[in-house]
């Protein structure tokens, strides 16, 4: 079971999982959402996520074309989850609200080309320049 919570508690999700992907996703957007240079992000399955507590939509364009839908507490601002309009089966866990973060194995790094220099993560990932083509 996966398991998160924001900051201050009063929000949170389970998932039995698995995780479907796992990168780190450099895309502008996230970086503005965030305040870093990118966003761990866990795929699960939508049907089996539940979240609770009070959380605010925040929708913007997102590169899809469709709104990118990411889910904060609304006490604390934390950035927990997406909701994606382009992949309505799917639910983007931000990886640093797990419960346990090691359940994060992240594979793919996304939008690297607008991943400033000072982001690129010491690990062995599996870059691609904006979107995976599927
Ligand atoms: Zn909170
Ligand atoms: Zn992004």
New binding site residues.
């Given amino acids: 079971m996966l398991t998160g ?7 949170g999700y389970e998932s039995p999982g698995p995780a479907l992907f796992s990168l780190v996703c450099h895309c502008r957007d996230c970086q503005r959402a965030s305040g870093s240079g990118g966003v761990p992000v866990l795929g699960v399955a939508r049907s089996a996520f539940v979240s609770t ?2 959380i605010k939509q925040v929708r913007t364009k997102g590169g899809s074309g469709h709104p990118a839908v990411r889910n ?7 950035l927990l989850f997406g909701t994606p309009e382009s992949a309505p089966e799917l639910v983007t866990i931000y990886a640093g609200s797990l419960d346990d973060p090691a359940h994060f194995e992240p594979r793919d790094a996304i939008f690297v080309a607008q991943r400033p220099m000072w982001a690129k993560l010491a690990l062995e990932l599996v870059e691609h320049p904006a979107l995976p083509s599927a």
Avoid at 5 to 11: F, S, W
Avoid at 72 to 78: N, R, T
């Fill in positions: 919570r924001c900051l201050c508690g009063a929000a507590g009070p904060i507490c609304m006490e604390c601002g934390s």
